[in-house]
């Protein structure tokens, strides 16, 4: 019998491309259908913008898989898309759509029609292309990126009972759900990356026989292998515990709870570094906290010296598809303090502490804690190596189980 063949339809480089990298490492991707992609050395340096964002749609990994993307008129469209002031929802829609169109045109004549070819597309922008992939027989994964439509009603109910931290984000509009929902249904398989996922996509009326949990695969970066922390024998004011937030800071990741967090911790030698974009609005008396940084959106790079610098990453999120930023903590053994409400990276004692909830109390109460403890601390940080080395193999054979016997 011949195996199944994959056709991965990638909408961005989420995750660094890490479904049709592990598919190919088992000779079953056919084809990569994306939106842009470019080697590096085709970048011309110096450039901002989409140029920039360019030299990250390439993988070494699959230099040699037939790649049909999309590049010069993705730039073209995303110039007129600009010119229209789309923004938001309506240029995230905008460009599901285009990708949808683009990508069902490339989809590959010479394949068998059947359930032995299997068809791969992210959320909210898969719904057109798997009505073909139906039309055709294939059998159809759907790669969910978040915990659904629960996830925006949990955001807007959030930010209404924090509004110190500013109105809600504007919630998706009634299409968006409605093809997602479409998505769903058309799906012969849903991969979510958390139990947490699964129960809401399952609450949302999601049949469970359909939802697999496939966690997202730990990667190491480039000279983690041999990086060694240390902890000091006590931390002290010359010498804190550095906490350190790694993602987009907003209500729902629970940031407002962080930072409350931090007004109770009083002279304990305790700081925090917050990396990434902010989508709140931030009270006056934790912009010049004492021991509150504010970093901001950096690059890659700087992001993994934050992971190196750092003692513990803290991801007390309210609703998280995943979590990558566990991941990447991981591969620097860093320890993590994390809620319930993600990815399950955290084994409670072993190489973090989960959170009974996300509240300010109990985020100061683990915090106290950890300034207390420094060789639990590097306890949990040597049981983190195990973790480093696993890569796709996992990924990989938790999705050749989803192929038809």
């Not at 937030?245 to 007004?263: C, N, P, Q, R």
Request: glycine share 8%; aromatic share 8%; hydrophobic share 45%.
């Amino acid at each position: 019998m011949t195996a199944p063949l994959w056709i991965c339809c990638h909408l961005g480089a989420r995750e660094h491309y890490a479904i049709p990298r592990a598919l190919h490492r088992a000779q079953r991707l056919r084809s990569l259908i994306t939106d842009a992609w470019a080697a590096p050395a085709s970048v011309p340096a110096g450039l901002g913008g989409a140029f920039a964002r360019l030299s990250q749609r390439h993988h070494p990994d699959l230099a040699d898989v037939p790649v049909r993307a999309f590049t010069t008129a993705l730039l073209m469209r995303e110039a007129g898309w600009r010119l229209r002031r789309l923004e938001g929802w309506h240029l995230a829609i905008a460009r599901n759509q285009w990708f949808q169109t683009r990508a069902i045109d490339a989809l590959p004549d010479d394949v068998p029609d059947g359930p032995g070819t299997m068809l791969f597309a992210h959320s909210y922008s898969a719904a057109r292309i798997f009505a073909e992939g139906k039309r055709r027989g294939w059998t159809t994964v759907l790669g969910q990126i978040d915990p659904g439509a629960e996830h925006y009603e949990l955001v807007q109910r959030l930010a209404a009972s924090r509004p110190e931290f500013g109105p809600a984000p504007p919630s998706p509009p009634a299409g968006y759900l409605d093809d997602w929902r479409n998505e769903c249904g058309l799906a012969d398989w849903i991969v979510v990356n958390s139990e947490w996922s699964g129960e809401s996509l399952r609450r949302a009326g999601v049949p469970a026989a359909k939802l697999k949990v496939i966690p997202l695969p730990y990667l190491a970066e480039a000279g983690a292998a041999g990086f060694v922390r240390t902890y000091p024998e006590a931390f002290t004011v010359e010498r804190p515990l550095r906490a350190l937030f790694v993602g987009t800071a907003s209500v729902a990741k629970g940031v407002g709870e962080l930072l409350d967090a931090f007004d109770t911790l009083g002279g304990l030698p305790v700081e925090l570094r917050l990396v990434g974009d902010c989508a709140m609005q931030v009270p006056a008396r934790f912009v010049g906290h004492p021991q509150v940084t504010w970093v901001g959106a950096v690059d890659r790079a700087t992001v993994m010296a934050h992971y190196r610098a750092c003692d513990l990453l803290v991801f007390p999120s309210h609703s998280d598809g995943f979590g990558m930023a566990q991941v990447e903590a991981q591969g620097w053994s860093l320890p993590i303090l994390a809620s319930r409400h993600c990815g399950r990276v955290v084994r409670d004692g072993d190489n973090g502490r989960l959170l009974h909830d996300v509240s300010a109390n109990a985020i100061s109460d683990a915090l106290r804690w950890a300034a207390g403890a420094p060789r639990e601390l590097e306890r949990f940080s040597a049981n983190s190596a195990p973790l480093r080395s696993a890569g796709l193999a996992p990924l990989t054979d938790a999705l050749l189980a989803l192929e038809p016997a």
